[in-house]
Every structure is written in C-alpha cells, then in structure tokens.
Antibody, heavy 121, light 108 residues
C-alpha cells in the first residue's frame, strides 16, 4: 500500500525557516516524480513545487520561488521542502503527493494526509 | 502562466441530479487536464486524467470531456458520498502544474 507521511510542520515566526519531510513507502520511490501542494485556510488547493525522479526537472509556484527549495533523497525514500523567509500567507496545510510518472510531471495519484504550517508572531 | 477558471464555485443539488462542473484554461492545454475530488479532512483523490480517462476504482457516474481550453466534469447521478470540493488541474506547462479554484458540491 502506498503511504506518504508528512512531518516537520508547526508554528513558526515570520521570517524564520522550516523543513517539511515526506516519508514514502509501499512503492519504488525513484520511479516517480513528487510534489508539494498546499491548501490555505478556507481556500483551494495550490500547487507549490514538483520534481522529477532524479531531481533534474524542478519548478515552483511564483508565490514561493526563491524562498522554498524542494529536494529528495532516493536512498531514504524521502521528499523535502525547505521553507525559508516564511510569511503569514504561507500558513496552510501542506500535502506531499506522488506523480504518476517519473520524469514528465502530469498528475498526482497518491497524496499524504497533510501537515499544518502556521506562520505567526 | 496557465490559469484555470472553474465554474460554478459552489453548487447545491438533489441526490440523483446530473451535475456539471466546467474548467476553462487561459490557453490551449491539449487535453492535459485532470480532475480531483477533495473531501474535508481527507487526502484529495484523482478521478479523471487526460480530460476523459476514468481512473481505476472511480464510479462510472463520473465522466470528463473537453479539449483545447474548455473541459467538463459530469456526475450523472449525484450520490450523498459525492459531497466534496472538485478541482481541475493542468499539466500542459509541466513541470509547473496549476489547479483551478475549486467547486464545492453540496446536497439540497
């Protein structure tokens, strides 16, 4: 069974950093691209970032570009999101999700349960 | 950037009704359009990929259509368990993906 478990969320002050992790199991991790998606309070889903199986293809939403860094460790079956210079508007539930494909990122066929990040002073 | 506009933003219907949700892209996305169902407190679930392909295990009352810039998700006979928010998502601009604003479906 495919499982994606996010960790590392919590309360952080504006301007500080936080690193999210997503532990994957139940599938061959490096056969798939991976993504982070967030849901702001009372709002819809927003794609944050995605990367291919080997990290060679990466992109970010404009709202986080230059502040967030996505990465993966295929040996540890783990996806990361390093979030720097956090803003109050980054407060959201963050979901880790698996892409159906390895290189051409297309659609998200399995999702974690999500983890809350709250940016507040 | 490719923008996706969903309509309506919310709807209310009776059990058994036919429900249609539309998604319009700001440019031609060549059928790279997927639909998701998101129930409160749960992980989102993919329903339709490539505009028309029904994912394994998804009830046949769900269907997708469209091409170019205009796409539709149809629920042929609304069931109580279909209470959720539905999102379209494009991958024409991969690796950059975008979601539509969502359509909240409620029961009358």
């Amino acid at each position: 069974e495919v499982q994606l478990v996010e960790s590392g969320g919590g309360l952080v002050q504006p301007g500080r950093s936080l690193r999210l992790s997503c532990a994957a199991s139940g599938f061959t991790f490096d056969d798939h691209g991976m993504h982070w998606v967030r849901q702001l309070p009372g709002k819809g889903l927003e794609w944050v970032s995605g990367l291919s199986w080997n990290g060679n293809r990466i992109d970010y939403a404009d709202s986080v570009k230059g502040r967030f860094t996505i990465s993966r460790d295929n040996a540890k079956n783990t996806l990361y999101l390093q979030m720097n210079s956090l803003r109050t508007e980054d407060t959201a539930f963050y979901f880790c999700a698996r892409d159906r494909y390895s290189t051409t990122l297309n659609y998200l066929d399995h999702w974690g349960q999500g983890i809350l990040v709250t940016v507040s002073s | 950037d490719i923008r996706l506009t969903q309509s309506p933003s919310s709807l209310s219907a009776f059990v058994g009704d036919r429900v249609t949700i539309t998604c319009r892209a700001s440019q031609n996305i060549n059928g790279y359009l997927n639909w998701y169902q998101h129930k409160s407190g749960k992980a989102p679930k993919v329903l339709i990929t490539g505009a028309t392909h029904l994912e394994s295990g998804v009830p046949s009352r769900f269907s997708g259509s469209g091409s170019g810039t205009d796409f539709t998700l149809t629920i042929s006979s609304l069931q109580p368990e279909d209470l959720a928010t539905y999102y379209c998502q494009q991958s024409q601009s991969t690796p950059r993906l975008t979601f539509g604003g969502g359509t909240k479906v409620e029961m009358k």
